[in-house]
DNA sequence: TCAATATATAATAATATGCTTATATAAAAC
DNA sequence: GTTTTATATAAGCATATTATTATATATTGA
């Protein structure tokens, strides 16, 4: 998080980054999961450059994990986050969301390697 | 809220509103107080029209309620708001901010009007 | 009625954002 | 080693956002 900045401009970049629809259900997801990018490209029908580009967002904030395994990236929700409070107590008022990921194997489009 | 949007998906329209350290203080400053343009404008040390824009994106969005007094518009936190949980849930994680309004005493600089 | 005060609104310009397309990288499989 | 798969990155463009400046409105008080 940036130098100078106060709590609540800190608390600010963390809302700015979850206010968006894609990145809020990343954040979502990963609640409850570690998932690799090609999940979220099934998930929200959208296009890989588009999802790496959220991930490396909420990375670079530290709102998430990075972790290489073989030819995957998985992410994972950081806890140890400084504002992870803040973003746990925005998860928990939002419903469950682990229903894409049945709705993903009963399509047949769950990838193999997630 | 829009029709057609999922409760993930309004929750992201708030959370990008509430992602601007203007608008998120201006919310925090409500929590506990009524306050009208004019302090917004002097604890900010923002112009009129940009406080009076940020304070139209929240009311529009139902997140604040405005009242004419006379000259005066005053602001409060719209506590009926469908995402109010997700609001106070937010501002619960942000430090108080109360002083700002001892500061403008201070200062001498707290308008007569609030 | 006229001037002052408080505020809203409109127009504009600068910046930021998010997507697409194209390309690069890196591991795995053959 | 070449191809395939998974992913990241870069460039470009369209749109959104925010601040500024200028102006309009509405209430108050002389």
Known sequence: MGIHLTEVENAAVVLKLLGDKTRLMIVKLLENNTCCVCEFVEIFQASQPSVSQHLRKLKDAGIVTEERRGQWNFYSLNRDY????LVEQILKQLPN??????????????????
């Open 82 to 85: 400084d504002y992870y409070s």
């Open 97 to 114: 969301q682990d229903h894409k990921f049945k709705e993903l194997e009963e399509n047949g489009t769950r990838i193999s390697c997630c």
